[in-house]
């Protein structure tokens, strides 16, 4: 579904040239759960970037079903690590049902029905009219990951989207990721530092080198730290990321 065909992407700073990535190819299957892990400055969201068409590489193609991306669209939907991803002036209702009627086309009635039903989906029944600021940053996250669903993407692209959360609340957003992953089967590309996530979510997972990024190796995954041989995995990955 997914070809990153010898992606290379640079950005010119007023006194230099940056290499962000340089020469990274990689393929996803419809419906797979792939991820991104790399240290900090790898180049991992610029490559979730050039995939959601906001940047262009300056060598080789990202082909979405054999097509190359040449910008934005609706089935490539971005999930940030930020919480300040909600429109502040909408409830969450309004934040779920804005893009499904500007972009998809529905009208009022059928974009509030989908709204709630995501909204329901991701456990925030009876906060359909709070606005942003009247939740947790865990809260926000779920209804940011329910707007993104909600517009049905053939890809779901996250960036680091529960590093900011405390330990507790990370470990049940991701077992409500994988959950909602294996009711609605989209295609999942995450982006993180951490080791354990990689593992946990990921189906494969591909490490990339320190600045400029590039592939290293790539390797089944699907493990949670409860499973048998986790430890050991974990070690084998901290050593291909030293």
């Known amino acids: 579904m997914l070809d990153l065909d010898a ?141 993104a669903l909600a517009m049905e993407p053939d890809i779901l692209l996250m960036d680091e989207p529960f590093g900011a959360l405390d330990a507790l609340t990370r470990d049940m957003m991701q077992d409500e990721l994988l959950r909602l992953w294996s009711e609605l089967s989209f295609a999942l590309l995450l982006v993180t530092h951490s080791i354990e996530e990689a593992l946990a979510i990921g189906e494969r997972v591909a490490v990339m080198s320190a600045h400029p990024g590039r592939i290293k190796a790539e390797f089944p995954a699907g493990i949670r730290a409860v499973d048998r041989g986790f430890p050991a995995m974990v070690q084998q990955v901290r050593a291909l990321l030293a």
């Open 7 to 147: 992606v290379t992407l640079r950005y010119q700073l007023p006194d230099r040239t940056v290499t962000a990535v340089e020469g990274v190819s990689l393929s996803m299957a419809a419906g797979e759960r792939a991820v991104l892990l790399g240290p900090s400055g790898c180049g991992k969201t610029s490559l979730l970037k050039a995939i959601a068409g906001f940047v262009t590489p300056v060598e080789g193609v990202v082909r979405l079903h054999g097509a190359p991306i040449r910008g934005p669209g609706p089935d490539r939907i971005m999930v940030f690590q930020e919480f300040d991803q909600l429109l502040p002036w909408k409830t969450i209702e309004a934040n779920i049902a804005f893009p499904l009627r500007v972009v998809r086309g529905f009208g009022a009635a059928e974009a509030a029905s989908r709204a709630a039903d995501f909204i329901a989906k991701v456990g925030l029944g009876g906060f359909a009219r709070a606005y942003p600021h009247q939740l947790s940053g865990g809260m926000k996250q779920r209804a940011a990951l329910a707007r």
